[in-house]
Nanobody
């Protein structure tokens, strides 16, 4: 069973940067996609970025080149580097892993809060 722990959230001024981390523990065999989602108060959870086991990445349109998802396989950790943050980026950010061995599974972290405010 994979367990995910996010860290790196906090309060940052508009235009600032943060790097979120998602550390996976347990067996990650079979994980084929890792992603970051976010949920702002009163809004639905939405996809921010994904990275596949093959290294392919994809981003939501609102990212506009400001965020970068990456991973360190040796540390079983996925990162989200966020630059040029805007107040509308304020949300709880969640890490998500999907796998299919021995059968499909999906795991969420507990979330880390990002607040962009002056």
């Amino acid at each position: 069973q994979v367990q995910l722990v996010e860290s790196g959230g906090g309060l940052v001024q508009p235009g600032g940067s943060l790097r979120l981390s998602c550390a996976a523990s347990g067996s990650i065999f079979g994980v084929y996609r890792m992603g970051w989602y976010r949920q702002a108060p009163g809004k639905q959870r939405e996809l921010v970025a994904i990275i596949t086991s093959g290294g392919a990445t994809d981003y939501a349109d609102f990212v506009e080149g400001r965020f970068t998802i990456s991973r360190d396989n040796a540390k079983n950790t996925v990162y989200l580097q966020m630059n040029s943050l805007k107040p509308e980026d304020t949300a709880m950010y969640y890490c998500n892993h999907r796998g299919d061995v021995p059968k499909y599974f999906e795991v969420w972290g507990q979330g880390t809060l990002v607040t962009v405010s002056s």
